[in-house]
């Protein structure tokens, strides 16, 4: 089984950075595409940011500038830098990457459980 496992979440003031990272774990033969995702109160998730495996990135227009996003393959583990951050950057942020575990033949989704990101003063 394969569980991906978020850290980094909080409060932060307006301008202030966080980190999040997302560590996958279990039996894994190969991880492809790498993202994060959000979703703030009373709105639809939506994703931020992805990378692939070869480190090609793709952002979302409202953080472009502001967060990076990065992967460590050895770690399975995707990180995501976010700097200047606002108060509609307030959500909860979930990391999902695309995997094939081992001894299976096909890739599938897998989500992290959520980290909370409240940018407030």
């Known amino acids: 089984q394969v569980q991906l496992a978020e850290s980094g979440g909080g409060l932060v003031q307006p301008g202030g950075s966080l980190r999040l990272s997302c560590a996958a774990s279990?039996?894994?033969?190969?991880?492809?595409?790498m993202a994060w995702y959000r979703q703030a109160p009373g709105e639809q998730r939506e994703l931020v940011v992805l990378?692939?495996?070869?480190?090609?990135?793709h952002y979302v227009d409202s953080v472009k500038g502001r967060f990076t996003i990065s992967r460590d393959n050895a770690k399975n583990t995707v990180y995501l830098q976010m700097n200047s951050l606002k108060p509609e950057d307030t959500a909860v942020y979930y990391c999902?990457?695309?995997?094939?575990?081992?001894?299976?033949?096909?890739?599938?989704?897998?989500w992290g459980q959520g980290t909370r990101v409240t940018v407030s003063s």
């Open positions: 999902q990457m695309v995997v094939t575990p081992k001894g299976n033949y096909g890739a599938a989704d897998y």
């Open positions: 279990g039996s894994i033969a190969s991880i492809y595409n």
């Open positions: 990378i692939t495996r070869s480190g090609s990135t």
